[in-house]
């Protein structure tokens, strides 16, 4: 059985990254939230198997902590890089599976034309999504910026219209218009 308690522990251990990171980063919960799921055994595993997925680390190791996390962090003046690559031997033998694969003509090769155009895609996907997203943040960014600089000016200008409206109500007043 899996235990939700330790997998956070595995992702705090190669991450660094605390609960309320781990809640908010990778859940998209708050840390009360994360705590509940753990306190049930529960998970949303299409985050965590995606999460896992990016980051290039082994799901079986991620699930059960069995095997090797797939990735070693490596520390790059102070700060924590992690970096994953295949060993050079591992991508020689899975391009020449492919291609044997691809030229065999059979139902498989179709199979894995697909599932390869697929995969590409979905990285193709992600990769414009990203940079969605960081246009969206910039967006954020500048209309909080822009209603912030509004809101001061209403306020300058209620400085300003607030004493011409009393003085235009003293002078009603005095003369009675």
């Known amino acids: 059985m899996l235990n939700v308690r330790k997998i956070i522990e595995r992702i705090q251990n190669r991450t660094g990254m605390n609960q309320t990171q781990i809640a908010s980063e990778l859940f998209g919960k708050s840390k009360q ?4 799921q753990i306190r049930n055994n529960t998970i949303d595993f299409h985050a965590l198997i995606d999460w896992g997925v990016n980051e290039k680390i082994d799901l079986d190791w991620l699930l059960t902590g069995e095997g090797t996390p797939g990735k ?40 894995l034309d697909a599932n ?14 990203g940079e969605i997203e960081s246009e969206l ?25 607030e004493p011409e ?11 009675g218009t």
């Open 72 to 111: 070693e962090p490596k520390t790059d003046g102070g700060k924590n890089v992690i970096e994953y690559t295949f060993p050079e031997p591992e991508i020689s033998r899975l391009l020449s599976l492919s291609r044997e694969i691809l030229q065999s003509k059979t139902s498989y090769a179709n199979a």
């Open 137 to 161: 943040s910039e967006v954020k960014k500048n209309v909080a910026t822009m209603m912030c600089r509004d809101r001061r000016q209403v306020e300058r200008r209620q400085k300003h219209i």
């Open 116 to 129: 390869i155009r697929s995969f590409y895609e979905a990285i193709d996907i992600q990769k414009r999504f």
């Open 165 to 175: 409206i009393e003085r235009r109500r003293g002078l009603e007043r005095r003369t």
């Open 33 to 36: 939230g994360l705590n509940n």
